[in-house]
């Protein structure tokens, strides 16, 4: 209860910063999303600018869809239905037989959105991860223009040099813990990353402790997800000079 009335302070002083700055917040727009594991949570009342805010069981912050329970359905089936859509766009606009075109259209209009903060929502479990490859599927097929059933789209992958987009999200989570064993990124480092003690032949010299998980949420998070990938990296790779370099890499 202690916590309930600190947080309600704190949406107090959000008022008081909001006229002093001239802003205007929009309560109707706010929402109350708990996040917890308790059978009886403690349920309070919050209010904002005299007005009560609602409770969800999902919110969207920052273009991602966070959910109690947290799970990354809702956010994966919006991102894909989203991206299907823009796909479906493309499709009844472009009306051009090249495949270069197509492909650049895929890759500025569509594919962006399937990787938008994929950091934070990388999927662990193959229905999600599908979910996400079909879309590309579907789009490797009309830059081909091969829709006949008995057409390959492995193949076509493979023709075009499109890489998985789960491969590209794991790269995409490799860079951003570069960007924060570095500091290349407002994230403090010694708060999340505990150096290994110990150098192999095969190991470098910025390899990082696994934390400890006890939930399955928590497993696949960022850090306790890519720390076992980043330590087998390449030496040459994991103390790259620069981010151009480890790119590169």
Not at 8 to 37: T, Y
Not at 70 to 77: F, K, Q
Not at 211 to 232: D, L, Q
Request: net charge positive.
């Amino acid at each position: 209860t202690a916590d309930c009335q600190t947080l309600q302070d704190d949406l107090r002083a959000l008022q008081r910063w909001e006229k002093h700055w001239g802003m205007a917040f929009h309560p109707e727009k706010c929402s109350i999303l708990r996040v917890h594991r308790k059978r009886k949570p403690i349920l309070h009342d919050y209010s904002l600018k005299n007005h009560v805010l609602t409770s969800d069981t999902t919110t969207r912050y920052l273009g991602v869809e966070l959910a109690q329970n947290l799970s990354w359905n809702t956010n994966i089936d919006k991102t894909c239905k989203k991206a299907n859509s823009t796909l479906g766009f493309i499709k009844r606009n472009l009306r051009i037989n090249n495949e270069e075109v197509k492909s650049s259209a895929y890759f500025s209009l569509v594919r962006p959105g399937l990787e938008y903060c994929s950091s934070v929502w990388n999927p662990h479990t193959q229905t999600q991860k599908r979910k996400l490859e079909m879309v590309q599927r579907r789009a490797a097929r009309f830059a081909t223009g091969r829709y006949n059933n008995r057409s390959s789209v492995t193949e076509m992958l493979e023709c075009l040099g499109w890489e998985s987009l789960e491969s590209r999200r794991l790269k995409s989570q490799l860079t951003m813990l570069f960007k924060i064993a570095n500091d290349l990124v407002d994230i403090p480092a010694e708060k999340y990353l505990t150096p290994a003690h110990g150098c192999t032949r095969s190991a470098h010299r910025k390899k990082f402790i696994q934390p400890t998980t006890s939930t399955s949420h928590y497993s696949n998070s960022f850090f306790p997800r890519t720390i076992p990938v980043w330590n087998t990296l390449p030496a040459t790779v994991a103390e790259a000079p620069d981010l151009v370099s480890f790119k590169q890499g």
